[in-house]
């Protein structure tokens, strides 16, 4: 049973627009989120993260976004830029078992010039 | 600095035979993680370690696996009497301290054949 999900498989956006990739979870035990890019032949990089007492956190052009009622979290990039083209992971994990990141399925962003 | 290595990065192996997948984490992160990554799924935790013991290996599939950190440094992870279900990318990751962000090697993709 996925615990994280992210249902698009795959995103296409125009260079300088906004890329809104979206992340949904059960598990109400979650309390840490965290959003990882992947580049083919590399391992994945932190990108950003947001804890449960928080609803927003920004970094540059990326901000990510946690509606704990509605247990879904997206990450904004504005403007898009043709290097963000990645996979991008939500990760989520547990106080207490902080070191074990529950990955959903990523996302494949393609960013044309 | 360097970053978190993993060799080999690829192994090719016939279904039954042993093998080992070192991991050598970034200088003086004192947590490493190993992950598995099959085709179009996120990475998915197998075990963690905080320096030489394995503080949390609920992730390991079946007792074919095992992994070591002898010094608290490199580990290797050992899968016996592989079969082919067990192809995968393997991802070792390390963190200064527990909980801390993770960063992610290369991986080693294992194919069993």
């Known amino acids: 049973d996925q615990q994280v999900k992210q249902n698009s498989p795959s995103l296409s956006v125009q260079e300088g627009r906004i890329s809104i990739l979206n992340c949904d979870y059960t598990?109400?035990?979650?309390?840490?989120f965290l959003w990882y890019k992947k580049y083919p032949a590399e391992g994945p990089t932190f990108l950003i993260s947001i804890s449960s007492i928080k609803d927003k956190n920004e970094d540059g052009r990326f901000t990510v976004f946690l509606n704990k009622s509605a247990k879904h979290l997206s990450l904004h990039i504005v403007p898009s830029q043709p290097g963000d083209s990645a996979v991008y992971f939500c990760?989520?994990?547990?106080?207490?078992?902080?070191?074990?990141?529950?990955f959903g399925k990523g996302t494949l962003l393609t960013v044309n010039p | 600095g360097a970053g978190v290595s993993q060799t080999p990065s690829n192994k090719v192996t016939e279904k039954g035979k042993y093998v080992e997948l070192r991991c050598d984490p970034i200088?003086?992160?004192?947590?490493l993680y190993w992950y598995r990554q099959s085709l179009g799924q996120g990475p998915e935790f197998l075990i963690y370690?905080?320096?030489?013991?394995?503080?949390?290996d609920s992730g390991l599939p079946n007792d074919r696996f095992f992994a070591v950190r002898p010094e608290g440094s490199v580990s290797t992870l050992k899968i016996q009497r592989t079969e082919r279900g067990d192809s995968a990318v393997y991802l070792c990751?390390?963190?200064?301290?527990?909980?801390?962000?993770?960063?992610f090697g290369p991986g080693t993709r294992l194919t069993v054949t």
């Open positions: 200088s003086g992160h004192t947590a």
């Open positions: 990751a390390s963190s200064l301290v527990s909980g801390a962000e993770q960063y």
């Open positions: 370690f905080q320096g030489t013991g394995a503080a949390d």
């Open positions: 990760a989520a994990s547990v106080e207490g078992s902080n070191y074990k990141l529950t």
């Open positions: 598990n109400s035990m979650f309390d840490y």
